[in-house]
């Protein structure tokens, strides 16, 4: 993409409403626009990240054979009804009226949705275990909507249902979630630590939230020190493993890592001191086992094979999308902008032509353009007149992971400077070695 042809309002001034850095920094970077209370529009730059988030999520889940979908945003409120959580929900929920005086409403969750789909097409044990997910908007008439997409109104998120024979199935299932999320949050330049969770109006036993430290999380969260040198990195697992899953679990949740709503000082205490931790959370994720509870209220059952009607055993796990791009913000910037894990970057790397219109620059710039656009990436090429220090300023606020510096006086010697947005370290190179690095960081070698 060329700049001078983009759609980029970057803001100059620092938006007074946003109290944290990375409302701050998604409004001054063109990324979302706000459009009400908890309600954005996602403009060009926020998009690509926020599909990028998308995919990592979807590519992840198909790995660990859930199978994507998409439900709809208004659902009846008879649905609800059957479950009892339809007047349970409270003011959160918002309610409509069609033109047949019908109630609906905007789902903030899915789960009697896809029990009702589950009941109307399955019967047998043979068909399970089954575990259904999307991505789709949501909505929650949240009390106080804030920091940006953080705790949006309207916020996209990833749900997955597991239906399964039994607690044993299922509890596999919730496995090979919590691995499924490891995988997926690390890949965003993320880590998630699994704590000890509250299981709230959804309801169940068994349930971890998954937590960015930051400080300007919403949760107090306390753990043992010793989890954060966890990772879980590229080995490879098999999903359908109930032990290989299992042992990934037990590796990641056996030591002490709790929201306050679970914590209790006297398990915390058994912790040697050095390493016991009370930090802030940014909850990107969580995941439940919640046995019969709606298959039992909506009438979700299957045929045991021995002659007997039984109801599923479900879960639900959750990803919050639209919060993640807040929440990798906040784990990644520093003063002068964003600073994208290559994960998800919006633009693989950025061109920053300090000579616009002269021959020679702008061939360099082109040609560069062409071969990093034909190993299947795209850069950003500035090619706006504008002063050197302003192209800067911009490629460090929109935090792209590389920065390739083409101008007359490099030139001269057949040198370009390739730039880490991270370390701030550069280095000058021919045209050709750049190119070949760009490759080598993104795979593409
Ligand atoms: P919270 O405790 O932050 O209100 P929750 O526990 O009610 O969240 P879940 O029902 O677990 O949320 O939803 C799954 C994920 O969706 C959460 O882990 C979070 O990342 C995201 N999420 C929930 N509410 C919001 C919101 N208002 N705005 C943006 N993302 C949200
Ligand atoms: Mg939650």
């Not at 979302?32 to 889940?61: D, F, M, R």
């Not at 009846?76 to 409270?90: I, K």
């Not at 020190?225 to 990934?248: M, N, P």
Request: include cysteine; hydrophobic fraction near 35%.
């Amino acid at each position: 993409m060329r700049l001078s042809r983009y759609f980029l309002p970057v803001l100059k001034e620092t938006p007074s409403e946003a109290q944290i850095v990375s409302h701050r920094l998604m409004l001054r970077a063109g990324m979302i626009k706000q459009s009400s209370a908890g309600i954005y529009s996602w403009l060009p730059l926020g998009y690509k990240v926020l599909k990028n988030i998308e995919t990592i999520v979807h590519e992840e889940q198909i790995r660990a054979g859930h199978i994507p979908m998409l439900m709809p945003t208004l659902q009846p409120a008879d649905l609800w009804r059957e479950s009892g959580r339809y007047d349970d929900y409270g003011e959160e929920m918002l309610r409509i009226t069609d033109r047949h005086k019908r109630d609906m409403l905007y789902g903030p969750t899915n789960e009697e949705m896809i029990t009702d789909i589950f009941r109307a097409h399955v019967g047998s044990y043979k068909d399970l275990p089954l575990t259904l997910y999307h991505i789709q908007w949501k909505f929650r008439d949240e009390i106080r909507p804030r920091f940006g997409v953080m705790r949006g109104r309207e916020f996209l998120m990833k749900d997955g249902y597991n239906f399964d024979i039994d607690k044993d199935a299922a509890l596999h299932a919730y496995n090979r979630h919590l691995v499924s999320y490891l995988r997926t949050y690390e890949r965003m330049g993320l880590q998630a630590i699994p704590m000890r969770a509250d299981s709230g109006p959804i309801g169940g036993d068994d349930t971890h939230e998954f937590l960015v430290l930051a400080d300007t999380g919403e949760s107090e969260v306390f753990y043992d020190s010793e989890i954060t040198d966890l990772k879980f990195g590229d080995r490879a697992i098999d999903y359908d493993s109930v032990e290989e899953c299992r042992a990934v679990l037990d590796e990641f949740t056996s030591r002490y890592a709790r929201t306050d709503e679970t914590h209790d000082e006297a398990e915390f205490a058994k912790v040697p001191e050095a390493r016991r931790r009370t930090a802030r959370g940014i909850e990107v994720g969580q995941i439940f086992y919640f046995g019969t509870k709606y298959s039992e209220a909506m009438g979700a059952v299957v045929d045991n094979g021995k002659g007997g009607k039984v109801p599923v055993h479900m879960g639900s796990h959750g990803i919050g999308v639209s919060r993640l791009l807040g929440a990798i913000i906040e784990a990644s910037h520093d003063d002068k902008g964003i600073i994208w894990p290559e994960g998800v970057t919006p633009f693989h790397c950025g061109i920053v032509n300090l000579r616009q219109g002269d021959t020679a620059t702008d061939a360099a710039c082109a040609a560069l353009y062409a071969r990093i656009t034909e190993l299947g990436l795209e850069p950003l090429y500035d090619d706006r007149e504008e002063r050197a220090g302003g192209k800067f300023a911009t490629m460090d606020l929109i935090g792209l992971p590389w920065r390739i510096t083409v101008g007359p006086r490099g030139l001269a010697n057949g040198l370009v400077e390739l730039t880490s947005r991270r370390t701030g370290d550069s280095e000058e190179m021919t045209p050709e070695a750049a190119v070949s690095r760009i490759a080598e960081i993104y795979g593409k070698l």
